[in-house]
């Protein structure tokens, strides 16, 4: 425990939501990816490059894009001025051609449900209406919409709702079909490319000057902007976690959450398309001419490139025909940022690199970025830890989250909708947002539904924190999150000496900045008094409600935290060093709350326990299997450590 904020910072942490719909797959399947290599489209077996299919016949093919499901292939026949549909389910046979335009498509892309397919067609000015670019939507809700000259790009919204639009004025936002209406125009802001998040939260934008990040949820603001030359495309790993970035001959991998490069190449020939396979392992970039490199994550290795012959106008991987995706969120707490405990490896690996190793758990990652806390935020020190299971339960079920912004939620997305349900594996203070939501918010907005299947908090403060010399030292501590931690008292050597319960002497002072619930958030949250954590406690149902196996379809509750209670963050299995009983991590809802030592965590043991690989590998083999493995040493038999 170096520092008062450094600790309460690893200790506030990150929280992993995950929906855990199925049991993960022993073999990823293979990894098809669509090329437009000249007069033909390529399907290749990547990254072995075996060629599956040739398909002849369509020229000038600039976009390549496959629904959802893997069952369709759409390209741009700009030769023919239409968009054709081919069967990616039997040799890419042709199905049809449901837009025809009176100029050469550009950008294609299917709606979320699979049910339409939207290009725009703004090049080739002849005969003389292709002088206006039109918007075309093929499905149930059709659409034939002049928009100007020139469209470069559109990306619709995860979940549907809308259809984002490169117009030469800016970027336009329509709304749902049947009437598509504009919802809004972002002017100025033109387009080389676009592209949301995977939980439609930002939109991403290529312009001729840079790269753009806007928040999708608050008004389409700007989040953030560089002009360091322009971005011609923009790649979304559908997995989550990375996007690419591609300015002329250079590629730039990046962590999806903040933005941060994490690998980058450079080509001698003009960069044409780039695109990430499902799992999320593989980045095909194309290059002008003759090839595409292929990289591998976690670090990004380049494999051997895609020989070809001739002209590659753009790539698509092929989504796998596997088990339900599981959706996974990651929540970071206090100080520190979601990349801090789920992207960097301080102790070795982290939860990104555990996934990109492991393309066999159907996993897909989405990472919350909180407002942080500490002293270097005094503009949050308001901000307790209901508004971050505020922020849980937009995320999770859509609406309104803590700062007003309109988000899509993952149980409305298509792909996860037959479920119903997420899982949350938290860490730290993200634990406790957790569980609020779990206990307070779950199913608010879905008619009372239990939308959690599992719940794995590692090194939780489930009975609050307790540090005499660092957490709770300051009497007039300012942030309300950690006097909420700190069950509104202070902490004193005394307090910290004297046996659970406290004496009249040693019960230590309330904080003078209590302003609300910061004495009672610890205790309602448990559903008793903290003394109740002393001796040998006893089991209170309170602390994981809504529980199975006790209650059929509910939720399983796993808590993970270093063994020997060795974490002097949140304690560990037996109370200890707090007369008032605030630091025991261990769930007390037993038999429905299954509690794991974790052996064999690095100093120091709490900031390094989400990097702990038997703590990543027992977190991810309960969302994906529904169940937590009998063992630490059986968690991680079959999975691959990151290298």
């Known amino acids: 425990m170096a520092a008062p904020r450094a600790a309460i910072a690893a200790l506030v942490g990150t929280a992993l939501t995950a929906a855990v719909l199925t049991a993960c797959a022993t073999t990823p399947p293979p990894n098809h990816l669509a090329i437009a290599n000249g007069n033909l489209i390529r399907v290749v077996d990547a990254p072995s490059g075996a060629v599956v299919q040739d398909v002849a016949g369509y020229a000038e093919v600039f976009h390549l894009g496959f629904r959802d499901d893997g069952a369709r292939l759409a390209l741009a026949d700009c030769f023919r001025n239409r968009v054709v549909e081919l069967d990616s389910t039997a040799s890419y046979a042709e199905l049809g051609a449901p837009i025809a335009a009176s100029s050469c498509p550009w950008d294609l892309a299917y709606s979320p449900d699979g049910l339409s397919l939207a290009a725009t067609a703004p090049a080739r000015p002849s005969p003389p209406d292709a002088l206006f670019g039109h918007l075309r939507i093929a499905g149930p809700q059709p659409l034939d919409r002049n928009l100007g000259l020139p469209l470069r790009a559109l990306a619709w919204r995860p979940g ?7 117009r030469p004025q800016g970027v336009e936002i329509l709304g749902p079909g049947p009437g598509y209406a504009t919802l809004q125009t972002l002017m100025g802001a033109i387009a080389l490319d676009l592209a949301y998040t995977i939980d439609g939260a930002r939109l991403l934008v290529g312009t001729p000057a840079g790269f753009a990040v806007l928040d999708a949820a608050a008004g389409y603001a700007a989040v953030s902007f560089d002009t360091a030359g322009a971005v011609r495309r923009v790649a979304v790993s559908p997995a989550g976690g990375w996007i690419a970035v591609i300015r002329g001959t250079s590629i730039s991998i990046r962590r999806a959450g903040d933005l941060v490069e994490v690998a980058s190449a450079t080509a001698t020939a003009e960069l044409t398309d780039a695109a990430f396979s499902r799992d999320g392992t593989l980045l ?3 290059e002008a001419r003759d090839r595409v490199r292929l990289f591998r994550a976690p670090a990004w290795q380049e494999l051997s490139p895609v020989l070809l012959t001739g002209r590659v106008d753009a790539v698509a991987f092929r989504p796998q025909q596997v088990a339900a995706r599981v959706p996974v969120l990651f929540v970071h707490g ?6 801090e405990a789920w992207f960097e490896a301080p102790a070795g690996t982290s939860v990104a690199r555990a996934l990109a190793a492991n393309p066999q758990l159907p996993i897909d990652a989405h990472y919350l970025e909180l407002p942080r806390r500490g002293s270097a935020f005094p503009q949050h020190f308001g901000r307790g830890i209901q508004d971050d299971a505020q922020d849980i339960l937009a995320l999770i079920e859509g609406g309104t989250d803590s700062l007003g912004a309109q988000q899509v939620g993952l149980l409305n997305l298509p792909a996860y909708q037959t479920a119903g349900k997420v899982a949350i594996v938290a860490f730290s203070t993200g634990t406790l947002s957790a569980r609020y939501y779990l206990k307070n918010l779950m199913g608010t907005r879905r008619s009372g539904a239990v939308t959690v299947s599992e719940f794995v908090a590692i090194s939780p403060p489930n009975h609050g924190v307790a540090g005499a010399i660092l957490a709770c030292s300051d009497p007039a501590e300012p942030d309300r999150t950690l006097r909420q931690l700190c069950a509104g008292r202070v902490a004193t050597g005394l307090s910290a000496a004297v046996p659970c319960p406290c004496g009249p002497f040693s019960t230590p002072d309330t904080f003078t900045s209590n302003v609300s619930d910061e004495t009672t958030f610890i205790t309602a949250l448990n559903g008793h008094p903290l003394a109740d954590s002393c001796g040998a406690p006893g089991a209170f149902s309170s602390e994981a409600p809504r529980s199975r196996p006790g209650t059929a379809g509910g939720v399983l509750y796993v808590a993970l935290y270093a063994a020997g209670n060795d974490d002097l963050v949140v304690g560990g299995h037996t109370q200890e060093l707090d007369c008032l ?5 261990r769930n007390l809802a037993a038999p429905d709350a299954l509690n794991v030592e974790m052996t064999g965590v690095a100093a120091p043991v709490h900031a390094n326990t989400p990097h ?4 990543i590998c027992m977190a991810l083999r309960t969302v994906t299997d529904h169940q937590a493995p ?5 968690a991680c038999t079959g999975l691959t450590v990151p290298p």
């Open 160 to 166: 549907g709702g809308q259809l984002a639009v490169a």
């Open 284 to 286: 095909a970039v194309a």
């Open 334 to 339: 206090y100080s520190g940022p979601a990349a």
């Open 581 to 585: 009983g605030r630091r025991l991590a």
């Open 612 to 615: 702990h690989w038997d703590t």
């Open 630 to 634: 009998a063992s630490q040493a059986q």
